[in-house]
């Protein structure tokens, strides 16, 4: 009986480790399917909040959406754009930001951005690095690293030449 009972246990061990390894490579091949580019954020010195950048690629055939991020050197994390109304520039919420398959969608001032909101000015700050946390509707996760820079000297960040004046 307890030979029986071992081996049983065996091989129910065994398949849960295959189990699990199929679903570990699973998660870790689609986390890892949007690769970030680029990835910077500014401060005002004095401001509250401050925003994120970044090229997102998805070298994939599927789409991949971006629905929330987080950071410990923040109180909140929210997906925004710019839209024009009545003339006037305006922030606005989105619920996701797609990546199209096999496309780059660029998050940059005056257009698509991460909002980071409630800084904790002893962590985001010009010189540092904080680490955000990007997640996606299928539920996988990625850590980055991005640099902060001051708003002064954004002539200097790395992005595209156009400037976005508001």
């Known amino acids: 009986m307890s030979i029986k009972?071992?081996?049983?246990?065996i091989e129910l061990v065994g398949?849960?480790?295959l189990i699990l390894g199929h679903v570990g490579t699973a998660l870790a091949t689609n986390?890892?399917?949007?690769?970030?580019?680029?990835?910077?954020s500014f401060v005002i010195p004095g401001q509250p909040n401050a925003a994120a950048f970044m090229q997102l690629h998805n070298p994939s055939s599927q789409p991949a959406t971006l629905v929330a991020?987080?950071?410990p050197a923040?109180?909140?994390?929210?997906?925004?754009?710019?839209t024009m109304q009545n003339g006037m520039m305006r922030?606005?919420?989105?619920?996701e930001i797609v990546i199209p398959a096999g496309k780059t969608v660029t998050l940059k001032p005056g257009g698509l951005h991460?909002?980071?909101?409630?800084?904790d000015p002893t962590q985001v700050m010009p010189g540092k690095s904080i680490t955000i946390t990007l997640n996606y509707k299928d539920k996988t996760q990625q850590i980055i690293q991005l640099q902060v820079h001051n708003r002064v000297n954004q002539h200097k960040m790395p992005h595209t030449h156009?400037?976005?004046h508001h």
Do not use: D, W
């Open 91 to 95: 922030m606005r919420r989105v619920a």
């Open 74 to 82: 923040v109180k909140a994390v929210e997906l925004h754009t710019h």
């Open 5 to 9: 009972f071992s081996r049983i246990y």
């Open 15 to 17: 398949i849960s480790l």
């Open 69 to 71: 991020a987080s950071s």
């Open 31 to 40: 986390a890892t399917t949007v690769q970030v580019q680029n990835p910077y």
């Open 162 to 164: 156009k400037h976005h």
């Open 114 to 119: 991460i909002m980071l909101i409630g800084v």
